[in-house]
């Protein structure tokens, strides 16, 4: 089969599964990159800085970017020979309906991937504009959806999608590749709390998060306050325009056993995930939440609300980890000692089980099905 992939630009997760692709000899997929400057480090307004994910992001797979001028005429070009799937990531910016619009006039069936949720959706006239939006154009314009997770399925029934049009398209987790950053023996473990001048011996909670409206965890940085854990320590990665408030938060809380380390390349989030005893991940509304994925594939047990899409479906209570409730803190503090008091190899045991089925290999093998599905209506 031969798919094709547009999205502005490439990620952490994506890069993996592309490489992971190109070495399928049955099948071919070429992914195009709307923005010109797809290898450069992107700036990210929720964090406040550039992101770059410390390797060459285009090599290892079939893929190109944009020229510098013409990236309509360019996609119309890429995509003017027919495919048996040709795979859109989003809607709402003029190249992807271009590329869509391009790829139907060849022949090829097309595939939006979305992952929006209902608790994302809005309220009043917004909601009922977005869902007119959908239900009467968008709907129309592509032969297939693909969500990241179960949540984002949800929503697309909410919104009339037949389920014999949908499908998953998750943000994979390269399992293999994270642990492959991890020292032997738990030597990270170890260096890392050292660095932070954290005892090798205490419960340490960790947190890693874009510190903006959308993200910061004063549910957490408040619930911390109101327990008062005396036999662990907190460890805040992250940067953006909250910064400056969450460090006031601290200090003027004077929390001893609290680590802000600022913004954590991506390189190094495999050690910092192994370093703690629990990862917790706190925001209001998450529409999936990579670092959930990240977690528990570096043996870490989670601890997220139900208002973050992967806890759906990646998130056992009390096996690898627990949902609590959004905005609930004495539910959160509550889960956190919960989560210290599980067994890391029966979490291990969970996670390797949940994550096969949201790894590489069996998101390619999710987009080969789709393809066949679509191809022989």
């Known amino acids: 089969m031969r798919l094709a992939v547009v999205l502005e630009r490439p990620t952490q997760f994506d890069v993996p599964l592309f490489r992971h692709a190109a070495g399928d000899g049955q099948h071919e997929l070429r ?3 709307t923005d010109p400057r797809a290898a450069a480090p992107a700036f990210d307004p929720e964090l406040g800085r550039n992101v770059g994910w410390g390797a060459d992001v285009l090599v290892g797979y079939d893929c190109a970017a944009a020229p510098g001028d013409g990236t309509l005429a360019w996609l119309r070009h890429e995509l003017a020979g027919r495919r048996d799937l040709v795979i859109v990531n989003g809607y709402t910016r003029l190249p992807y309906l271009v590329a869509n619009a391009a790829a139907r006039r060849a022949g090829s069936p097309t595939a939006l991937r979305l992952d929006s949720v209902l608790f994302d959706e809005g309220t009043g006239a917004r909601r009922l504009v977005k869902r007119a939006v959908f239900r009467l154009g968008v709907r129309r314009l592509f032969r297939l959806f693909l969500g990241v997770g179960t949540l984002t399925l949800e929503y697309l029934r909410q919104l009339g999608v037949p389920v014999e049009r949908t499908g998953l398209f ?22 890392v709390r ?22 910061t965890p004063w549910d957490l ?98 096996r690898n980890g627990f949902c609590y409730p ?3 803190r004495a539910a959160l503090a509550r889960t956190i000692g919960e ?25 390619w093998r999710g987009l080969l099905s789709a393809a066949a599905r679509v191809n022989a209506r």
């Open 221 to 318: 940085l408040h619930a911390w306050v109101e327990a008062a854990p005396l036999d662990r320590w907190l460890v805040l990665a992250g940067d953006g325009p909250e910064r400056a408030a969450v460090e006031a938060f601290v200090a003027e809380r004077q929390l001893p056993r609290v680590r802000l380390v600022g913004y954590v390349p991506y390189p190094e989030l495999p050690g910092l995930f192994r370093a703690a005893d629990v990862f917790v991940h706190a925001p209001r509304e998450e529409r999936w939440g990579v670092s959930v994925a990240e977690a528990l594939a570096c043996g870490t047990p989670v601890v997220a609300s139900d208002r973050v899409g992967a806890t759906r479906d990646l998130v056992l209570d009390g």
């Open 326 to 328: 959004a905005g609930i």
């Open 170 to 191: 998750p943000y994979p987790v390269d399992v293999d590749g994270l642990r492959a950053r991890l020292q032997p023996t738990g030597a990270d473990r170890r260096d």
């Open 194 to 215: 050292a660095r932070l001048g954290i005892p090798a011996d205490v419960p340490l909670v960790l947190a890693v998060a874009k510190l903006h409206p959308r993200e």
């Open 339 to 363: 989560a210290l008091r599980l067994p890391r190899e029966a979490v291990n045991a969970t996670s390797d089980e949940v994550l096969a089925g949201w790894n590489l290999e069996s998101t």
């Open 31 to 33: 992914v195009l990159y």
